[in-house]
Antibody, heavy 118, light 106 residues
Framework: EVQLVESGGGLVKPGGSLRLSCAAS????????MSWVRQAPGKGLEWVGR??????????DYAASVKGRFSISRDDSINTLYLQMNSLTTEDTAVYYC?????????WGQGTLVTVSS | DIQMTQSPSSLSASVGDRVTITCRAS??????LGWYQQKPGKAPKRLIY???SLQSGVPSRFSGSGSETEFTLTISSLQPEDFATYYC????????FGQGTKVEIK
């Protein structure tokens, strides 16, 4: 069974930093492209960014709204995806989901809430 | 960047109604589009992939159609558990979600 479990959310002050983790199991993580998607309270879904598998270059892409502030990385030895968020603003308040597509399926974690407030 | 325009933003319908939601892409995305259902407090669930392929386990009352720039999600006979918000997602070039369609009970 594919499982994605996010952690690391919480309350942070504007200008602060936070690192989210996503622990993956039930599929071959090393071969998977992984993405982060967020949802501000009462709003729609917004793609944040993605990381390719190492065999596909391991490179990253980001939405314009987070480029230069957020960084996605992965540790294939422990099947974990990361989202490093810097220079946070109140606009970054959202539930953050990790997600992947594998074997014709689309899998999502339960999400972790990040609140940016003074 | 590819923009996705989804309509309507909300609709009211009754159980048994046929419901249609549309997404328009700002450029040709072939069939690189999925449809997702989201209920409050839950992660999105994919219903349709590759524009018209039904995700395993999803009821056959859901169907998708379209290609290039025009796409449609149809629910042939709305059921009580279908009241939710629906999103399209293009993955032809990066990812872009539509704005969402909230399906409410009439």
């Amino acid at each position: 069974e594919v499982q994605l479990v996010e952690s690391g959310g919480g309350l942070v002050k504007p200008g602060g930093s936070l690192r989210l983790s996503c622990a993956a199991s039930g599929f071959t993580f090393i071969n998977a492209w992984m993405s982060w998607v967020r949802q501000a309270p009462g709003k729609g879904l917004e793609w944040v960014g993605r990381i390719r598998s190492k065999t596909d270059g391991g490179t990253t892409d980001y939405a314009a709204s987070v480029k230069g502030r957020f960084s996605i990385s992965r540790d294939d030895s422990i099947n974990t995806l990361y989202l490093q968020m810097n220079s946070l603003t109140t606009e970054d308040t959202a539930v953050y989901y990790c997600t992947t597509r594998y074997n014709y399926g689309s899998f999502w974690g339960q999400g972790t809430l990040v609140t940016v407030s003074s | 960047d590819i923009q996705m325009t989804q309509s309507p933003s909300s609709l009211s319908a009754s159980v048994g109604d046929r419901v249609t939601i549309t997404c328009r892409a700002s450029q040709d995305i072939r069939n690189d589009l999925g449809w997702y259902q989201q209920k409050p407090g839950k992660a999105p669930k994919r219903l349709i992939y590759a524009a018209s392929s039904l995700q395993s386990g999803v009821p056959s009352r859901f169907s998708g159609s379209g290609s290039e720039t025009e796409f449609t999600l149809t629910i042939s006979s709305l059921q009580p558990e279908d009241f939710a918000t629906y999103y399209c997602l293009q993955h032809n070039s990066l990812w872009t979600f539509g704005q969402g369609t909230k399906v409410e009970i009439k």
